[in-house]
Nanobody
Framework: QVQLVESGGGLVQPGGSLRLSCAAS????????MGWYRQAPGKEREWVAF???????NYADSVNGRFTISRDNAANTLYLQMTSLKPEDTAVYYC?????????WGQGTQVTVSS
């Protein structure tokens, strides 16, 4: 089991950047998969990216080349670096950790891209 707390969201202009953080309540060294989803108003939750304990990364087509996922096992923290942000990236962003086929979720952080 793990508790996750996201931070780093906010209001940013189109073309800007943000870095989201997801702090875990315990060591993430052994957590095989961690990642991010997002949910825009009126839409279903959408997978964004994941990273494995071995460092393998995968991204949704909509963010590939603009977003970078990383993890710092020493700091028990997952990150999502977002660049070249677009209005359609506006959503609540949730981190997750997959442990024994169960996904644990954070409470979400709002990202708004608007001029």
């Amino acid at each position: 089991q793990v508790q996750l707390v996201e931070s780093g969201g906010g209001l940013v202009q189109p073309g800007g950047s943000l870095r989201l953080s997801c702090a875990a309540s315990r060591s993430i060294f052994s957590i095989t998969v961690m990642g991010w989803y997002r949910q825009a108003p009126g839409k279903e939750r959408e997978w964004v990216a994941f990273i494995t304990s071995g460092g393998r990364r995968n991204y949704a087509d909509s963010v590939n080349g603009r977003f970078t996922i990383s993890r710092d096992n020493a700091a028990n923290t997952l990150y999502l670096q977002m660049t070249s942000l677009k209005p359609e990236d506006t959503a609540v962003y949730y981190c997750y950790a997959q442990i024994s086929a169960t996904n644990y979720w954070g409470q979400g952080t709002q990202v708004t891209v608007s001029s």
